[in-house]
């Protein structure tokens, strides 16, 4: 994956990468609001050992100084002073949990400590400070005093005192918010790649192609407006699924030049990835090309096609099968011109040994010879076993895989099931997919030779399309 492809999964997914840090930064606000403040008085300490009045002595006694310093900083930070202070302020604390909050620091070269102090409450910070740094020079005083009671040989003065903090030091607000964020992104990326490679969904033009066996030949976009009315209406329509529909339709058109398919059952390897909707708008496409087309629902279990496009559904391909109404009787004119459509009829307890019957392989040539097209609805393949039927009698299979949602495995096991019957795919085509943004990322993530290849195997013109096509591949 290069840098390009890495921009393009991250625009595919920016919504996993947003969410993600949001509730990050949620989470550091939280803990910010949740953290109990602490405050911070400082003290600090000038240590100064006693001296000569040569040049010489005055240096000695400024290195004895510089070597005190650090000792002098680990005292502060003891158990000794500890206690001393906390009898001397009557704190209810023990003296490690005291010492924990103190911290001296010294600069090299100097004879400075800097003690700091932190507390719950700025007032005590304060006395704990001074409280802290005067007991410590009464403890010099006692260390560095000789036995004979002569002068100390160092001494220590408080050289600034502590005051009252106005503000706390933790939590440090805009660094916690700032690292939620930082760690928001990240884990947002991860996460988006994570979901990437977990992924077993097919989206990309490669992997269908390769499960199938056969091209793309359409890809069918998302439209809430489908949803309401099935049919599309395609006089003057060039609204995007439109424009998809038309290119399955040229697409189909250079399937098998030699044999081209007229009798195509339209299937899937679940239920809801759209077989019927396209199954009506591949009709519907082939008609306004000014062919005489026949839509016939093969979903026995399900039939779906007679609520569809308003029809009657109880007399059609089942009641002629059983020989309860002949194929005229059967056949119903719609409100689009060219298009006739078979229902399913009523639903037999036995659609599987009908639609593998004799008659049904004699009532699909005369339907052959009557219309220029047969559109087949069917049931999905790896449900029940009608569509392979149907497909095995048909001159191929449209397989459709609705983007994101159908898995790897269900495809190829249903390209399977075909395969089993000796039903030939002429072509996969992708269903709903997302009108924007993540269906191009892959597209040519993963398929661009083979986008190259198709859009060379496709058509220069469509003589039934009502504006100019660009030489046309099958996805948007
Ligand atoms: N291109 C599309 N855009 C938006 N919604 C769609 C599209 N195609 C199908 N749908 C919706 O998806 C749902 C399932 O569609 P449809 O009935 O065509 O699927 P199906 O595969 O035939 O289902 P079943 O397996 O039950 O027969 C319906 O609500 C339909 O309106
Ligand atoms: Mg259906």
Not at 53 to 70: A, D, I, K, P
Not at 174 to 196: E, H, K, M
Not at 334 to 352: E, H, I, K, Q
Not at 374 to 380: N, R
């Amino acid at each position: 994956m290069n840098l390009q492809d890495f921009a393009k999964l991250l625009r595919a997914r920016w919504l996993t990468v947003c969410i993600t840090i949001v509730v990050v930064a949620l989470g550091a606000v939280a803990y910010t609001l949740f953290t109990t403040p602490l405050y911070q008085a400082s003290t600090r300490l000038y240590v100064s050992a006693a001296g000569g009045s040569t040049v010489s002595e005055m240096y000695q006694g400024n290195r004895l100084s510089q070597e005190r310093v650090l000792s002098y900083s680990e005292l502060l930070m003891g158990e000794t002073l500890a206690k001393r202070t906390i009898d001397k302020l009557g704190l209810d604390i023990s003296a490690e949990s005291l010492q924990g909050n103190v911290k001296a620091s010294t600069k090299p070269d100097t004879v400075l400590i800097d003690l700091n102090v932190v507390d719950e409450s700025p007032v005590r910070a304060r006395d704990i400070a001074n409280a802290l740094s005067d007991e410590f020079v009464v403890m010099v005083r006692e260390l560095e005093t000789p036995e004979d009671g002569s002068r100390p040989e160092a001494r220590v003065v408080v050289e600034q005192r502590a005051s009252i903090p106005d503000s706390p030091v933790i939590p440090k607000t805009s660094r916690n918010i700032g690292a939620g964020l930082a760690l928001g992104l990240l884990a947002g990326i991860a996460l988006a790649v994570l979901r990437d490679l977990l992924d077993n969904t097919v989206k990309d033009r490669q992997t269908v192609e390769e499960i199938t066996g056969a091209g793309l030949v359409g890809s069918i976009p998302l439209d809430k407006e489908c949803r309401k009315e099935p049919a599309i209406p395609f006089d003057g329509n060039n609204s995007a699924i439109a424009e998809a529909f038309r290119k399955l339709r040229t697409n189909l058109q250079f399937l098998a030049v030699d044999n081209p398919p007229r009798v195509i059952v339209i299937t899937s390897s679940t239920p809801n990835e759209g077989k019927s909707t396209t199954a009506i708008n591949i009709a519907l496409a082939l008609a306004e090309a000014e062919h005489n087309v026949l839509l016939v629902d093969g979903d026995m279990r399900r039939p779906i096609l007679h609520k569809y496009l308003d029809l009657v559904g109880p007399v059609g391909f089942s009641t002629v099968l059983s020989g309860r109404a002949s194929l005229g009787e059967a056949l119903q004119k719609t409100r689009f011109p060219g298009l006739t459509v078979l229902a399913a009829g009523t639903v037999p307890p036995n659609p599987s040994e009908l639609l593998g019957s004799l008659t049904a392989k004699n009532l699909l040539s005369e339907l052959r010879a009557k219309f220029d097209f047969v559109v087949m609805d069917s049931s999905p393949l790896l449900a029940v076993t009608d569509a392979a039927i149907l497909a095995a009698a048909a001159d191929g299979v449209l397989m459709m895989a609705r983007f994101g949602q159908t898995k790897r495995e269900q495809l190829t096991h249903a390209v399977g099931n075909l395969e089993d019957v000796g039903a030939s795919v002429l072509g996969a085509v992708f269903t709903m997919t997302p009108a924007h943004g993540n269906s191009s990322y892959y597209y040519s993530y993963y398929g661009e030779d083979s986008a190259r290849r198709s859009s060379r195997q496709a058509l220069s013109a469509d003589p039934a399309a009502p504006s100019p096509q660009p030489p046309s591949t099958d996805v948007p």
